[in-house]
């Protein structure tokens, strides 16, 4: 059984940074994707960046890219996600997952996080 906590969400203005933390109860980290998504109220769960099993070729939502920076670091069974320049629409819950498959969906993270709140205040 995979365990995902994840940590680092709060309270920031427009334009501040977060940098968010998911800590994995699994040796073999390395082989999964790791994703992070969120859910903003009233909302679908949404694809935010997800990086490889070796840490390269991370891809990202659009709105997203140039501000967020996913990496991990395998040794510490860690998973970062930068966010930079935050805007209000980057308001949301923030969850961590694991997979085997490099995507976008939802469906295909097997693993997750309980989630942590993010909100920027105008």
């Known amino acids: 059984q995979v365990q995902l906590v994840e940590s680092g969400g709060g309270l920031v203005q427009a334009g501040d940074s977060l940098r968010l933390s998911c800590a994995a109860s699994?040796?073999?980290?390395?082989?999964?994707?790791m994703g992070w998504f969120r859910q903003a109220p009233g909302k679908e769960r949404e694809f935010v960046a997800a990086i490889n099993r070796s840490g390269g070729s991370p891809w990202y939502l659009d709105s997203v890219k140039g501000r967020f920076t996913i990496s991990r670091d395998n040794a510490k069974n860690t998973v970062y996600l930068q966010m930079n320049s935050l805007k209000p629409e980057d308001t949301a819950v923030y969850y961590c997952?694991?997979?085997?498959?490099?995507?976008?969906?939802?469906?295909?993270?097997?693993?997750w996080g309980q989630g942590t709140q993010v909100t920027v205040s105008s």
């Open positions: 699994i040796r073999t980290l390395s082989s999964r994707v």
């Open positions: 997952a694991a997979g085997i498959m490099s995507t976008y969906s939802v469906n295909d993270y097997n693993y």
